[in-house]
């Protein structure tokens, strides 16, 4: 379990009116919660308990329900996400051949655990399930770009790229 993010809450004014937008519209619709929560992490990049409570406010709706539902769905992040979003894919394939291994190496390098962001916001690290690269495993992803066949003697130079940008 990913613990906490130690990264204050810092919503825009900007921010919140979008969101107030986005629940004016779904306020009254059956079902509303589940959009309103995708469209609130696109607009903040994560769900802080700050505007999961915004959520519950503005939709009238219980805290814990609110709550409930981010937790169950993985779609939705309780942490920031960094601006290089680094994913090591843990299907079978890529686990068998090493995962866990890339896994520690980038955790251990950038001092954070899995669901964790650095501090400086530059990167965030995640576990995910198989992405459909199983050729290539292991497999990691860093936004857009698909890393494979890697070792945990790769790690340093591909994060190097991303801290040197």
């Known amino acids: 379990m990913a613990k906490s993010s130690t990264i204050p809450f810092a919503g825009t004014k900007e921010q ?11 306020k009254d619709m059956e079902g509303g919660l589940i959009p309103v929560l995708h469209q609130a992490q696109e607009i903040y990049g994560y769900l802080p308990i700050e505007v999961q409570q915004m959520i519950a406010e ?11 539902v981010v937790t169950f769905y993985t779609q939705f992040s309780t942490n920031p996400k ?27 390098r950038l001092n954070i655990g899995v669901g964790e ?12 399930r198989c992405i459909g690269a199983c050729g290539l495993a292991p497999v990691l992803t860093v936004n857009d770009d ?3 066949r890697l070792t945990a003697k ?5 994060l190097d790229k991303y801290i040197n940008e």
Not at 58 to 68: R, S
């Open 16 to 26: 919140k009116e979008k969101l107030d937008a986005v629940i004016a519209k779904h």
């Open 58 to 68: 503005g939709l009238n709706i219980p805290m814990a329900e609110v709550y409930g």
């Open 82 to 108: 960094g601006k290089y979003k680094v994913a090591v894919c843990l299907g079978t394939a890529c686990y068998v051949k090493g995962a866990q291994e890339l896994v520690d190496k980038i955790s251990q």
């Open 117 to 128: 962001c650095t501090p400086d916001g530059k990167f965030s690290l995640d576990a995910t």
């Open 146 to 148: 698909v890393y494979g």
């Open 154 to 158: 790769d790690i340093d130079g591909i």
